[in-house]
């Protein structure tokens, strides 16, 4: 009996195997191998003739893709079997900072744009949200691995993991450092004096200075193409809608420009300054445009049911951003930024 149930087992196993499915993950994909899971955070090259994001669509973990803008091109260039994702590109497009948990926890990696030279650069932390200076020398990136209690602190290094250094230390998490567009300050939010803020400090570290300073949630700022100015999200508690406002650097004209934004992987200015994406949640999550005072507003994805993350391309004239219909996965798709010439390019088409 024993041996009947273990040749019956045995055959199962061979019956299973062959019906797994085998792939070169070195070849280039179709636009219509899906398998698995939302594709998100698209991001435009510097040349934007390809989009870089991340997926699960092949199991259970995270992955990083790109494509060209006209579907050609679908490349998964990473692959092991834990999460890589919250990723940068380098100004000039030769390589990616990303985040990974193959071998230890959520580390730092780099890697050429083609997926090639994949290089760890930090060890034994908790990384996550990595940006690429300016000039593209050095990595600005947030972790909580090297903190007795457990709390988010801000960082720097070389693009090749050397010189690391600690910019912040206070006993509350530090979040979503960005850099200026010069290179010359960093934005962040933070909790250190009770609430969250929006702080803005030298790339040194140097310079500390408070730009919000009340009992609103404010927190994932990014600054404007001129450095003038800087966006963030703010919540009110006991309130459902979150706003998009709008700082200036120094503190001053604290405005709110969008009530109901919702979560996505970003938002993002136009190149000239002029406009601003966000995603808002209603019945269903569209996409709008408006200017960046405020006016202006437009829904630019009306007819689908569900969009965000969006970004715009490098010459403005294009966005990117992630969409699917009820029920259905993300997908990465791109249109004019009028919104009109919708495609999506990673599986179906409308």
């Not at 380098?90 to 990303?98: E, R, V």
């Not at 963030?232 to 001053?252: C, K, M, Q």
Request: proline share 4%; aromatic share 12%; glycine share 8%.
């Amino acid at each position: 009996m024993k041996r009947t149930i273990s040749i019956l087992c045995v055959l199962l196993l061979v019956f299973a195997v062959s019906c797994i499915r085998v792939k070169d993950i070195n070849a280039p994909c179709s636009n219509n191998e899906l398998e698995w899971g939302n594709d998100l955070g698209p991001q435009f090259s510097p040349d934007g003739q390809t989009l870089y994001f991340y997926s699960w669509r092949e199991g259970r973990q995270d992955d990083i893709y790109k494509i060209r803008t006209d579907g050609s091109d679908f490349t998964k260039l990473t692959d092991n079997p834990e999460d890589d994702s919250m990723f940068d590109i380098s100004p000039n497009g030769s390589f990616l900072a990303y985040v990974s948990s193959y071998l230890d926890r959520r580390n730092i990696w780099l890697m050429n744009s083609d997926g090639s030279n994949k290089t760890r650069l930090t060890y034994g932390g908790m990384e996550a949200n990595p940006k690429i200076s300016p000039d593209g020398s050095q990595i600005l990136f947030q972790s909580y691995g090297y903190d007795y209690y457990g709390n988010w602190k801000i960082f720097t290094m070389d693009v090749d993991g050397q010189n690391q250094v600690q910019l912040t230390d206070s006993f509350s998490s530090d979040h979503f450092p960005q850099y200026s567009p010069d290179g010359m300050k960093i934005c962040f939010d933070s909790a250190r004096s009770g609430e969250f803020e929006i702080y803005i400090m030298n790339t040194d570290g140097s310079g500390l200075v408070q730009l919000t300073d009340d009992e609103v949630i404010n927190r994932e700022p990014i600054f404007s193409p001129d450095g003038s100015q800087i966006v963030f999200l703010r919540s009110y508690y006991g309130e459902g809608s979150t706003y998009v406002a709008i700082i200036d650097v120094d503190g001053n004209n604290l405005a709110e420009l969008a009530e109901g934004y919702h979560g996505g992987e970003t938002d993002s200015f136009s190149p000239d300054g002029t406009k601003l994406l966000y995603s808002s949640l209603g019945w269903q999550e569209y996409i709008y445009i408006i200017d960046r005072d405020g006016k202006n507003k437009q829904n630019l994805t009306p007819e689908l049911y569900d969009s965000c993350c969006p970004a715009f391309s490098p010459d403005g004239l294009k966005i990117a951003f992630c969409t699917g219909a009820e029920d259905e996965y993300l997908r990465i798709a791109i249109m004019d930024a009028d919104g009109s010439n919708k495609q999506i390019l990673t599986d179906f088409e409308f």
